[in-house]
C-alpha cells in the first residue's frame, strides 16, 4: 500500500508551525516498518516540519477496523527537497532478549517471555558450530500459531562456528505481557551445535 491522505489529520486546534512540533494521527494497514520509510510521506512535505511528530496506529482494515495491530510514533528527521524522512521515536525502547538451544540439530523448542505487550519484528541466530546434512528450519509460534515471517533457514552447506542469519516477521506478531514466544527447530540437520538467538520486540505505545 501507500501513504493515503483520507487517513491522516492534525491533532489540536492550536499548533504553531515551526514554533512547535506540530503533532498529527496517522491510521494505516501498512505495517510500522512500511510507514517508517523514506518518502513515504512524501506527500505531505509541505505541511510538515522537522521535529513534527505522526502518531501511527495501524489496524487490520482501515475501511472496517476490527483491530489494531501495532502502534507508533514517527518523528520527521528531515524535509528536505520534498523528501521527507522519519524515525520511529520507539526505536530507543526496543527489548532485545537472548536465549540458547543446546541443540539446534534436534527436534526441540525454547522460549522467551514478553515481559510487556509488545510486537515481534526480529530474530536473530547465530551458531557456535558447522552443522551437516540438511538445513535447519527455524520457525516461531504464539499461543501456537504460526509467526508469519518468523523463520530463519540455518544452512548446513559451508556453515561454520558464528554464522548469523535472520528472520522479520510481518503478521501474528503481536504479543500480550507475560506471553510466551516459541521458537521451534525441526532437527533435521546434524552434529550437535549449540544455537543462541535474539529476538527484538516493540513494545505497544500504551503498553505499561
Known sequence: MAYSKTNFSPMGSNAKRGLAPQHFSYKTADSLATVDTLAYFNDINS???????????VVDSVSTTTAVTDRGTLIVASNASQIVDTYNAIDAGKINLTVTMADVSTASSVWV???VACTFSKIYSVINGAIATADAAITTEIGGTAVTGGTITIANSGSAAGDVDSGTPSALNTLTAGQALEIITDGASTNTIIATFTVELNPLADSD
Do not use: F, K, L, T
Open 113 to 115: 517471555v514478553a515481559p
Open 47 to 57: 505541511q510538515v516540519e522537522v521535529g513534527d511528530v505522526i502518531h501511527v496506529e
